[in-house]
């Protein structure tokens, strides 16, 4: 069975991707769909239909148990605060076998906060006047 490691919580998710329910929340068997199907919150402010980044991760290993990125993730998630070249959209990537993800601190800090109002916390740099 595949395994999903949430950091920086440290939470591994062992799953049966082929009795696992589907969250009709992004696609079936992505990140946002393992993670909303096993309890752990990973925002996802347009349900998961690739129209924002706030379910961006970072990949820290597990890139090739990970589906090939598509067109319009690369557009969307080309527009993450933090972005890095191992940037997915937890609601795009498809998990075919063990991976490791960060959801980002600015994420984290979402989420902390209720959802109400995004703190990007140093993601995006301030201009001094």
């Avoid at 009795?19 to 068997?29: A, D, F, I, R, V």
């Avoid at 993450?80 to 076998?97: A, F, I």
Wanted: proline share 5%; charged share 20%.
């Amino acid at each position: 069975m595949p395994k999903v490691t949430f950091l920086p919580e440290n939470i591994t998710i062992d799953y049966d991707p082929e009795t696992m329910p589907y969250s009709e929340h992004g696609l079936k068997g992505s990140l946002l769909d393992i993670a909303l199907n096993n309890g752990l919150h990973l925002e996802h402010a347009c349900g998961g239909s690739c129209a924002c980044t706030t379910c961006h991760v970072i990949v820290k290993s597990g890139d090739a148990n990970l589906s090939e990125m598509e067109d319009e993730e690369a557009d969307r998630v080309e527009l993450s605060p933090g972005l890095t070249l191992h940037s997915r959209l937890g609601c795009q990537c498809v998990v075919t076998g063990d991976v490791t993800v960060e959801i980002p601190n600015w994420n984290r800090n979402y989420v902390s906060e209720g959802g109400g109002s995004i703190n990007l916390g140093d993601a995006i740099p301030v201009k001094k006047a």
